[in-house]
């Protein structure tokens, strides 16, 4: 009797507090949503004077995407993104890898990084490029995917 009773106040416990936050999505140009405000709880001052203060305290989360795609008969995943500096596309499929390259490109279109893929897995560094929009091309067997990688 008692693991129920704590399991349905833990149950309600959790429930509370998950609809005690309010939040936001911010998008970019594109209608790609790019970071989620969290609103984690509301603080009220009472005054000497009897007036009250309301302070809500705010968090903005970058939300990280997976991206899923294929190209021709791959199956491709490239995360994280947004990224701190290393980006992982994983390669999958029935085809041989021939030919895999990459090109990253920043936003005036200068190429910062290239390589070719040895396995399925394929790690972009990025750390030495400052924050902001790249974009990354994958050429597997002469077909072509680009994706934009965002850099924080």
């Given at each position: 009797?008692?693991?129920?009773?704590?399991?349905?106040i833990t149950i309600?416990?959790?429930?509370?507090?998950?609809?005690?936050?309010?939040?936001?999505?911010?998008?970019?140009?594109?209608?790609?949503?790019i970071a989620r405000?969290?609103?984690?709880?509301?603080?009220?001052?009472?005054?000497?004077?009897?007036?009250?203060?309301?302070?809500?305290?705010?968090?903005?989360?970058?939300e990280e995407k997976?991206?899923?795609?294929?190209?021709?008969?791959?199956?491709?995943?490239?995360?994280?993104?947004?990224?701190?500096?290393?980006?992982?596309?994983?390669?999958?499929?029935?085809?041989?890898?021939?030919?895999?390259?990459?090109?990253?490109?920043?936003?005036?279109?200068?190429?910062?990084?290239?390589?070719?893929?040895?396995?399925?897995?394929?790690?972009?560094?990025?750390?030495?490029?400052?924050?902001?929009?790249?974009?990354?091309?994958?050429?597997?067997?002469?077909?072509?995917?680009?994706?934009?990688?965002?850099?924080?």
């Open positions: 009797m008692k693991t129920k009773i704590t399991l349905l309600l416990t959790i429930s509370f507090t998950a609809f005690a936050q309010d939040f936001t999505y911010t998008y970019d140009a594109a209608g790609n949503r405000v969290v609103y984690l709880q509301t603080k009220t001052t009472l005054h000497n004077n009897g007036s009250t203060n309301h302070e809500t305290e705010e968090e903005e989360i970058a997976t991206l899923k795609d294929k190209l021709g008969s791959f199956d491709l995943l490239v995360y994280p993104n947004p990224t701190k500096g290393l980006v992982v596309v994983e390669i999958s499929g029935e085809e041989t890898i021939e030919s895999a390259t990459y090109n990253v490109y920043d936003v005036g279109g200068k190429q910062v990084a290239n390589g070719t893929v040895a396995s399925s897995m394929l790690l972009v560094n990025l750390n030495q490029q400052i924050a902001g929009t790249y974009t990354l091309r994958l050429t597997i067997n002469g077909k072509q995917q680009s994706w934009k990688i965002i850099k924080e």
